[in-house]
């Protein structure tokens, strides 16, 4: 058996077309121009190239694009001022600071610092903490790209045994919460969990998120699984080569056991900036007191 590949390429691209048909639609009926802010600090070449992938696909999609490159060595508190200038700029319905930020800024105190209403990326505790009480709220975009890819398999998730791999704030623990919302059945695996390959072979749905090149083995998994590889590690090329991508899954030993599985590259990083559009189109018709859009 062969899985079928799903193609994130694909239906990231269906998902930002939607978006930019929405947007037109708002912009035309209700004069609301959304706009998204990326602060980004320091010069980390992985960050420059998502900031830059995220501001040329805002700006396709018919939304404006707000930037703010900080030097390495910016204080707290201008950080913090940033982000009250953004907080109250009504051209600004997203803020998103691009993580990992440096070591001598308390991470925390900057996502509290975001308004709710304009947390795109789902991580202050406000929207967290709705999502886990099962409200609505902006879900971080990762885990939201996971729930459609998985959906573009099965189109009910209820009462399917899924296992997240992988307890972050980013991806593990609001994919328990959406998966919950899904009416699955969630099991949340991660360092010191006990006989990984057993918990792994129950399940119907494998999300593999804790950023360890291939750990997820391909007699982990139950044949016909749909598997979804969100890691992205970055691998020293052959003979000192071009550097490797590769996830958490062992695609060419799960791609023969697996019934559906994610590619990477090509996969789940395809669908975050995609999931990011549609956060902020959803945050700008909250916040001007429109219905939720059709996407
Ligand atoms: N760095 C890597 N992924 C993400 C993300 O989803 N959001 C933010 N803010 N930073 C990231």
Redesign the pocket.
């Known amino acids: 058996m062969t899985a079928s590949i799903i193609d994130g390429k694909a239906i990231a691209a269906e998902l930002r077309a939607r978006v930019a048909s929405e947007v037109a639609r708002v912009k035309r009926d209700h004069k609301l121009l959304p706009g998204l802010a990326v602060v980004l600090v320091g010069n980390d070449p992985a960050?420059e190239v998502?900031v830059r992938s995220k501001h040329k696909q805002t700006q396709d999609a018919g939304m404006a694009s707000f930037e703010h490159k900080l030097p390495t060595d910016v204080s707290q508190d201008d950080l913090l001022a940033l982000i009250g200038t953004l907080n109250r700029d009504p051209a600004v319905h997203g803020i998103?600071?691009?993580?990992?930020l440096p070591k001598s800024i308390h991470t925390e105190t900057i996502i509290n610092a975001i308004d709710p209403a304009k947390d795109v990326?789902g991580?202050h505790p406000n929207n967290a903490g709705r999502l886990a009480g099962g409200f609505a709220a902006l879900a971080?975009?990762?885990p939201l790209g996971c729930i459609i890819l998985s959906k573009s398999v099965h189109t009910s998730l209820e009462g399917m045994n899924a296992i997240v791999i992988g307890r972050s704030n980013?991806v593990g623990r609001p994919l328990l919460q959406l998966l919950l919302n899904e009416n699955a059945t969630v099991t949340i695996a991660h360092s010191r969990s006990r006989d990984l390959p057993k918990l792994t072979a129950r399940a119907d749905l494998v999300f593999a998120a804790v950023g360890k090149p291939e750990m997820v083995r391909g007699d982990w998994i139950k044949p016909g699984a749909t598997v979804i590889d969100v890691g992205i590690n970055r691998l020293p090329g052959a003979d000192g080569g071009k550097p490797r991508l590769v996830g958490d899954v062992a695609f060419h030993e799960a791609v023969k056991v697996a019934g559906a599985i994610t590619p990477v590259p090509g996969g789940v990083g395809q669908m975050?900036v995609a999931c990011?559009l549609v956060n902020t189109l959803r945050a700008a018709c909250a916040i001007a007191g429109l219905p939720k859009p059709g996407v």
Do not use: H, I
């Not at 998103?96 to 990992?100: A, D, E, M, S, T």
């Open positions: 960050s998502y998103l600071v691009q993580l990992p990326d991580l971080p975009c990762t980013l975050t990011l």
